[in-house]
């Protein structure tokens, strides 16, 4: 039986991951210098591996993040369902204390499982799951793709790592996620399972 592999990557660092600033889905924000050193870090330990395919968000952060593989010619496709979470009226604005209570009070009903809330104007993560399904879709109906990279972003990423293998939402945050790290699953057809969780070893000299 062959076995899809699928490494899955946060974009790098952007000015607004440093400053604080809330970015999802609508903030199509740029990697720093931080950002492009971890880009290239992880493409000079990674261009080895046989890719058929990249997928990426449709959001510039993630295209960069894996230019190095596409200057290579691998085949590119990108999907909104794949962007990260709206945060509606708070995205391009700096966390205040004030905003901070209601972010973490969003926070709190996921953990207990109301994941259909969302902060005005922006998503859920349920929401957010329904939009990832027709891409899931195309992960797993691609057995011609053996060996494929996939580039998203934080909060988004922890609702693609909960559906593929089998957690509630609400479990999401088990799913740490840094600035360019990476997740290797396995799918065997049926079934999702984690080879590497975190990985950060490629970014040891990005500082």
């Not at 609702?159 to 088990?174: A, K």
Request: proline share 3%; charged share 25%.
């Amino acid at each position: 039986m062959s076995v899809k592999k699928i490494y899955l990557i946060r974009h790098g660092q952007t000015d607004f991951n440093v400053r604080g600033i809330v970015q999802g889905s609508g903030v199509d924000s740029s990697l720093n210098e931080a950002g492009r050193r971890q880009a290239a870090r992880f493409f000079a330990a990674y261009r080895h591996v046989p890719f058929d395919k990249v997928y990426t968000s449709v959001l510039q952060r993630t295209h960069q993040s894996v230019q190095g593989f596409l200057e290579l010619g691998l085949p590119h496709e990108q999907h909104a369902g794949l962007n990260e979470i709206s945060w509606g009226t708070r995205e391009g604005t700096r966390i205040t204390p004030e905003e901070d209570e209601e972010y973490h009070r969003v926070l709190q009903d996921w953990k207990a499982g109301r994941t259909h809330v969302r902060m005005e104007g922006g998503e859920s993560p349920d929401d957010v799951a329904v939009r990832q399904r027709p891409v899931i879709e195309l992960l797993t109906s691609r057995p011609e793709e053996e060996t494929v990279l996939v580039c998203m972003h934080g909060r988004a990423m922890r609702v693609l790592l909960c559906q593929l293998l089998g957690y509630p939402l609400s479990q999401m945050d088990s799913f740490e996620h840094h600035n360019l790290c990476l997740y290797q699953l396995d799918y065997t057809g049926s079934l999702f399972t984690v080879r590497s969780f975190l990985d950060t070893r490629h970014l040891q000299e990005a500082v």
